[in-house]
């Protein structure tokens, strides 16, 4: 008898109060980056009403105007209507943000200390990061989160158009998909919900969303009569934002990785510079879990790693196939471990890091994106030669 289930997965809008904790965040680490690529960046971002705060520890050699960094980052996200409480030209700004502990750049930085056990550049927190792929997507990805980020992605692109002036920045989708015997087949529920100007009837609302949305982004053969719509299910959504929630850098952690369908670890990833395993970890992750899976060695993989701090060496490696490989995932283990490095240092390099790419990641998941290099597949062939 086939194994039924249903899977649901969510995304959210640039203008969701914890989406432009994040944009802020990851502008400024850029704005860092772009001057100084050895900077070393944790920001953090509050957001409520008409205030942003941004606190943390940066030490770097650039020179940042971060009131101006703020202001942009929040007019390209779109709040810049006369109706927005939480307005790009008119917000207030705090800026709480120190140098990192020296007890920190100590295991970081490739250098002697007193107590540390090597030379090398550390692990910038203990912690445990987790890297999936599976292949229900082209992108190699879980179809669930897939199919919400596409719908956020087209309702901000339609925004940013001015296809539909009513339509503001705030927003968040979500969508249910059956699986009979673990392969993905319908879709049962979505759910989008958008903030909206105050005179727009929720018909309409309904209606666009519906036919420009909803059936030009998701496979026409995944959508059935049955498939339900439940489009602003409130019935109203002006007061969104900031106005209306509170935001924080890192709080939407699943939505920025698998949709809850591979395991997330210990760390949020906007705002930190790339000696944070927290976040480099966590893309070499995706990069092996993605090349096990476009190599055909697997239909799902996860990796997990964890760290000590100011140790290069991960203390494990961890590979599970779900029962779905081709081979054994001892002998995925072993070819990984061949091919990759997992050293902080070697991940930097490997990755290229090391530059203001961090804006290009925090909107519509971190995963699943063309042109980012933990997306490449290009260790196939090494790792099916050496996985025989």
């Known amino acids: 008898m086939p194994k039924t289930y249903i899977f649901s997965s969510e995304s959210v809008g640039e203008g969701h109060p914890d989406k432009v904790c994040d944009t ?15 900077s070393r960046v944790a920001c953090e971002t509050y957001a409520k009403s008409n205030v942003v705060i941004v606190g943390g520890e940066i030490t770097t050699k650039a020179k940042l105007n971060f009131e101006k960094i703020i202001r942009d ?3 390209e996200i779109g709040y810049v209507n006369d109706d927005d409480v939480f307005h790009a030209d008119k917000i207030f700004i705090n800026n709480i943000i120190t140098a990192q502990s020296p007890d920190i750049a100590q295991g970081v930085d490739a250098r002697k200390a007193k107590g540390k056990k090597t030379a090398e550049q550390g692990a910038g927190d203990q912690g445990l990061m987790f890297g999936y792929a ?15 980020h596409r719908l956020g992605r087209e309702l901000t692109r339609l925004r940013k158009a001015g296809k539909a002036k009513w339509l503001r920045p705030d927003a968040k989708s979500q969508v249910s998909v059956e699986y009979v015997d673990g392969k993905p087949v319908r879709i ?8 909206h100007a105050a005179d727009v009837e ?18 026409v053969k995944m959508l059935t009569k049955d498939t339900e719509y439940l489009i602003n299910p409130t019935g109203r959504f002006v007061v969104g934002g900031p106005q209306g929630d509170t935001g924080l850098t890192g709080r939407k952690i ?11 670890g210990g760390g949020a990833f906007s705002g930190k510079d790339p000696s944070k395993v927290d976040r480099s970890a966590a893309y070499m992750g995706r990069y092996v879990a993605k090349n096990v899976v476009a190599a055909g060695l697997a239909e799902r993989c996860e990796v997990q790693f964890a760290y000590a701090i100011g140790y290069p060496n991960p203390v494990s490696i961890h590979v599970d196939t779900f029962g779905t490989g081709t081979v054994s995932d001892e002998k995925i283990l072993a070819a990984v471990s061949q091919v990759f490095s997992f050293k902080p240092a070697d991940i930097v390099k490997q990755l290229n890091l090391l530059r203001p790419i961090y804006s290009l990641t925090t909107n519509y998941g971190h995963f699943g994106k063309d042109g980012l290099p933990w997306e490449k597949t290009d260790k196939v062939a090494q790792l099916k030669k050496l996985a025989k």
């Open 24 to 38: 802020i965040s990851d502008a400024v680490l850029d704005a860092c980056l772009a001057q100084d690529k050895h």
């Open 134 to 148: 599976c292949n229900e997507t082209p992108e190699l990805m879980p179809a669930p989160i897939m199919y919400a």
């Open 73 to 75: 980052a929040v007019r």
């Open 254 to 264: 699943i939505v920025d990785t698998y949709g809850g369908t591979g395991r997330h």
């Open 202 to 219: 929720h018909d309409e609302i309904e209606k666009f969303i519906i036919n420009n949305v909803v059936r030009k982004v998701l496979p």
């Open 188 to 195: 049962t529920a979505v759910v989008v919900s958008t903030q």
